[in-house]
């Protein structure tokens, strides 16, 4: 039997499952990823601001109260996630559910105050 005269495999209901979805995960992790880079940059900013002040205050008591710039003391806020899709009980969506559920705890820690 010639493999090339063979019908090509189906695909199995599992492989289906997995890219159900696909999109929105897709959507979900950039939105994630936007939100990790302002956090990112306002945490950039605020340590250019904290050695700036560290190094006036290096220079002298004078130097430092002229030049340096007043502290950023506003803390960064949260980034507001949608919640992740309810787990289907699929094997195959597994891990993008996990991967949602780890981005939501890192992303909002004060939605999420206690391990419970």
């Not at 199995?12 to 990112?40: C, D, I, K």
């Not at 950039?44 to 290096?58: I, P, Q, T, V």
């Not at 002298?60 to 992740?84: E, F, I, K, N, Q």
Request: charged residues 15%; contains cysteine.
């Amino acid at each position: 039997m010639n493999p090339a005269d063979s019908a090509p495999p189906k695909t199995e209901p599992l492989t289906q499952n997995m890219w159900l979805g696909h999109e929105q995960q897709l959507t979900f992790l950039a939105e994630a990823m936007q939100a990790m880079s302002v956090r990112h940059e306002c945490s950039m900013e605020s340590l250019r601001d904290h050695l700036s002040s560290l190094s006036a205050a290096a220079q002298g008591p004078a130097a430092a109260s002229a030049s340096s710039p007043p502290l950023r003391t506003s803390p960064v806020s949260d980034a507001h996630l949608p919640p992740p899709e309810r787990y289907s009980g699929a094997p195959g969506s597994c891990r993008p559910f996990l991967i949602q559920c780890s981005l939501a705890f890192e992303l909002q820690p004060s939605a999420f105050p206690t391990e419970k």
